[in-house]
């Protein structure tokens, strides 16, 4: 039991991870109707800053701020440089270009920083456990990447639905031309929304960097699981993005751990650990397919 | 779609011309490593004209393709395994190394998942669609992967290429015009496809499903038939470049594989069958000429790409045919 | 069983569809037969392409019926039900832009031909389609521009176009959604022509917002307000009926 609350929490906090990813996708996505794989080198980038800045002696802050800065800079390039021009072409346009975006970043990362995956160590301070469940300490790292994860979303939420900013951006998305006759520099506008979304990519790159290795072509792993996730929450949907996080968090975390013991149920050790690991892989996949057979635009459809 | 017949009937001369002469050529130079890079190159033809009909005719911008590319290379290896030492398959079958057997069965298997890709996936449109066949592939990646009883990550040898009689496949002009001949028929049975009735079908369901439907037509069926047939073709690419490399991985169905093919597709132009057999010569030559300068060409493969997706509209077909930008526009001044 | 030729050939009944609070068609009924031309008319927002969407099998009633030929197909797609004979045309005009003209009536007629998987004959040597797709142009006027590319056209041409394609299915059910819109007088005269000569040989259903087209076509009028049925009747009830005035004086008619 205690197990298994540990579990989840894990699962808890790559869902957060997720989330990040993809309510700056799907933000972009529902805004300008532009599909971005480049996302992931977004991701990729703040990872890379962040242990680099860090592993120079910047202090934990700091390098969270530079991996987060880097990013929001490298996404409102991208979007002054290239992504302007697309806005308008088709989505086969969009991600071919991208594409070539991802071919560049990721060779251009090995270049800096060599082929060798980089580590990151959680700061000091937030490298003990805290024992909330009572016989179960859990680091304190994870559980700050989950609150960091549930403020930053809700943020996110409150400043799309309640402010101006908010519904100067629902109504560019709406009618570009009506809002842009207002007096709102539109363009201005998206190249800070891209800067946003890009911002929002490098702090999950910074946070999920101490569990796994820095490296090329870490960012595209993690974009098509936000391409999972937003599939399953239905597109341009914040509430469907939170769903579907959860869900596929949840899904590969627990279904890693608990899915070779199930098989040991029926199937002698040897062979269910095997069959258990390679079913687990292919769980959340499979779990897209389930959804989308019943329904086919996902869990919070929007419409349209 | 209709425009221009002669020079695209050009354009497609000059190109199997063109690949004729390799091997003469690479002897002639005494580099054979030519006729093995440009073999690779009329493999992935044949899988990029295959997705040339989905995308170009149909609409249906798959980023799964190297699903069927590695489904069918992983049915020629694993068939290949069983035959080579004798053990069972499936049903006391122990394998086949015939490529009468084997190639066909890729085909039918890639044809296979297609419909059951297809069924799901078909029923959204756009980025939908985009996604969830790339995430397919990816279902599939890691089912190759944690595949361990044929080498899971490390992958499969093929011990021996498949046989066809009276025909040496080890020898490398023979393999090469066989794959030769088979982008030829591949390209020549599309063509007459994207021409006949069921062609007009799904070129319908790309500019208006809508008004499809109010004609009486089930767009699904026709569009998942489309997807099959791609899927197919896809296959057999699949089992050809298990023989070609007498090695398959699941790196043959990495998501980055999907994303060549289709860059294939557009940079030879969309939509006209010949033009991915144009994008994989040049996708190919460009690799090689850009490892030659440094290890790290994909720095400069990107933005090209980018460059020729921003600026470069129409691919190399398109360009080749004198229309470029202007197509898009004013399609109608034969009439 | 009654006698078959007192029916009408097709036929909605008390079709319901409601978003949300909103209703959308409120208990609609409606009969089409053939030789006649049945107008459905009604201010901005009554509801009338949903209706026509719902006769069409696009959107499904909430509850109802519509009957063709004596069979209920209230649960028929749209694809069989223009299979069937049901053919309708868009409001806002749908045809295909890089398909040439022929090409547009052509994918038409290869509908009604079945044999929509033969991958290997070319489409366009196929004597069959070309002579009826040669035949619809002519009759609808749009013979000189076989071979323009569809998106070119004028705007009134897109529309015979249209025409042209319901025709092509060989239809008994012609549902038309505001045909003429967009048009001007001359053009508008030329397709209400072209409407007269077709009239005998179809069941049509016109949906349309120019009084001076309706009243000179329509055999049958029926009004529609908040996706209700207020009056049907013919062109001099519906004239001097009093709800439809205020109905309209209301929308600033």
Redesign the interface.
């Known amino acids: 039991m205690l197990l298994f609350l540990e579990q989840l929490l894990n699962g808890l906090q790559f869902g957060v991870t997720l989330l990040l990813m993809a309510s700056g996708l799907t933000l972009i996505f529902g805004i300008m109707n532009l599909i971005n794989l480049a996302h992931g080198s977004l991701f990729m980038v703040g990872a890379y800053v962040g242990a680099t800045a860090i592993a120079h002696g910047s202090g934990f802050f700091l390098g969270l701020l530079a991996g987060v800065g880097a990013a929001a800079i490298t996404g409102m390039v991208m979007e002054f440089v290239i992504m302007r021009r697309l806005y308008r072409r088709d989505h086969l346009d969009q991600v071919l270009a991208t594409f070539g975006l991802i071919l560049f970043f990721n060779e251009m990362v090995s270049i800096v920083w060599g082929r060798q995956p980089i580590a990151m160590d959680p700061p000091a301070f937030l490298s003990g456990t805290v024992e909330f469940i009572p016989g179960a300490p859990y680091p304190a790292f994870r559980l700050a990447v989950i609150a960091t994860g549930i403020l930053v979303t809700g943020f996110l939420y409150f400043l799309v639905m309640k402010t101006r900013i908010g519904m100067w951006i629902r109504a560019g998305a709406s009618n570009r031309e009506m809002i842009g006759a207002l007096g709102v520099n539109i363009s201005l506008l998206y190249t800070l929304l891209f800067g946003f979304g890009a911002a929002l990519a490098g702090l999950a790159g910074v946070m999920a960097a101490p569990f796994s290795a820095v490296q090329s072509g870490m960012g595209e792993n993690i974009l098509i699981l936000t391409f999972v996730v937003i599939v399953i929450g239905g597109i341009g949907s914040i509430r469907g993005a939170v769903a579907g996080a959860l869900l596929i968090g949840l899904t590969d975390t627990l279904g890693r751990v608990y899915i070779p013991d199930l098989m040991r149920l029926w199937l002698p050790p040897s062979v269910a650990d095997g069959a258990g690991a390679s079913l687990a892989s292919m769980m959340i996949y499979i779990l897209m397919a389930v959804v989308l057979a019943f329904r086919p635009r996902g869990l919070f459809q929007t419409h349209g | ?2 425009k221009n017949i002669s020079r695209k009937s050009w354009s497609t001369i000059t190109i199997f011309v063109v690949l004729a002469l390799v091997p003469p050529v690479a002897h002639a130079f005494d580099n054979s490593f030519l006729i093995t890079m440009f073999n690779r190159a009329v493999i992935y033809a044949v899988a990029a004209v295959g997705l040339d009909l989905i ?1 170009g005719f149909g609409g249906m ?1 798959s ?1 799964g393709h190297a699903a069927f590319f590695g489904i069918g290379a992983y049915t020629a290896g694993i068939l290949g395994t069983h035959a080579f030492d004798g053990s069972d398959f499936i049903f006391g079958w122990t394998g086949s190394n015939d490529a009468f057997v084997v190639w066909p069965l890729a085909m039918l298997v890639a044809a296979f998942f297609g419909l059951i890709i297809g069924l ?2 078909l ?2 449109s ?3 669609f ?3 066949t ?3 592939a ?2 599939f990646y ?2 190759f ?4 009883q044929y080498g899971g990550e490390d992958g499969l040898s093929l011990w021996d290429r498949n046989a066809i009689p009276g025909l040496d496949l080890y020898d490398r002009n023979t393999f090469y015009y066989l794959c030769c001949a088979i982008l030829l028929a591949v390209w020549f ?1 599309l063509s ?2 994207v ?7 799904i ?2 369901c790309k ?2 499903e ?9 767009p699904l069926l ?1 569009k998942l ?1 489309a997807f099959c047939i791609s899927a197919a073709i896809g296959g057999l690419a699949g089992a050809l470049i298990a023989n070609h490399s007498e090695f398959v991985s699941p790196g043959l169905l990495h ?2 594989r999907s ?1 060549e093919l ?2 294939i597709v ?1 940079l030879g132009g ?1 939509g006209t069958l010949v033009g991915p057999i144009y994008g994989a010569l040049a996708l190919f030559l460009m690799e090689e000429s850009l490892v030659s300068f440094t290890e ?4 400069i ?6 460059l ?3 600026f470069f509209r129409g691919g190399i077909v398109g360009f080749l045919s004198g229309a470029g930008k202007a197509t898009v526009k004013s ?2 001044d ?2 | 069983m009654d006698n078959a030729q007192d029916r009408p050939v097709f036929e909605a009944r008390n079709l319901y569809k409601s978003y949300g609070g909103l209703r959308a068609t409120d208990d609609l009924s409606i009969q089409l037969e053939v030789g006649k031309i049945h107008a459905l008319i009604g201010p901005n927002g009554a509801g009338k392409t949903t209706a026509l969407s719902q006769l069409s099998g696009e959107l499904r009633p909430d509850g109802g019926q519509v009957w063709f030929d004596g069979q209920d197909i209230t649960r028929f797609s749209m694809p069989k039900r223009a299979r069937m004979g049901v053919a309708r045309s868009f409001q806002i005009t749908a045809i295909f832009d890089d398909f040439t003209v022929a090409e547009n009536v052509a994918v038409a007629v290869q509908s009604r031909t079945r044999h929509h998987f033969s991958f290997w004959r070319a489409v366009t040597r196929d004597v069959q389609i070309n002579k009826r797709t040669a035949a619809l142009l002519d009759q609808v006027g749009l013979a000189g521009f076989a071979s323009r590319r569809a998106a070119d056209l004028a705007h009134g041409q897109k529309r015979q176009l249209e025409i042209a394609m319901a025709l092509a299915l060989d239809p008994k059910v012609l549902l038309l959604d505001e045909p003429m819109a967009g048009m001007g007088p001359t053009e508008s005269n030329q397709l209400a022509e072209l409407l007269e000569r077709l009239k005998p040989d179809f069941a049509i259903l016109l949906v349309e917002h120019d009084m001076n087209i309706v009243f000179r076509l329509a055999d049958v009028i029926s009004v529609l307000v908040n996706g209700a049925m207020i009056a049907s009747g013919s062109v001099d009830q519906i004239r001097e009926n009093e709800d439809v005035q205020k109905a309209y004086l209301a929308e600033g008619y």
């Open positions: 779609m209709v995308i911008v980023f799901i996936s029923r959204t756009g980025v939908y985009i996604m969830i790339l995430a397919f990816q279902l890691f089912f992967v944690s595949l361990s049975l007459r496809l021409g006949s009735r069921f062609g007009r079908v070129i319908g500019q208006n809508r008004r499809m439907r109010a004609l009486g037509y089930d026709y038939t998501w980055s994303g289709m860059v557009i969309l790290h060409w994909q720095v493969l990107g933005p090209v790409l980018i020729v997706v921003v399609g109608g034969h009439g």
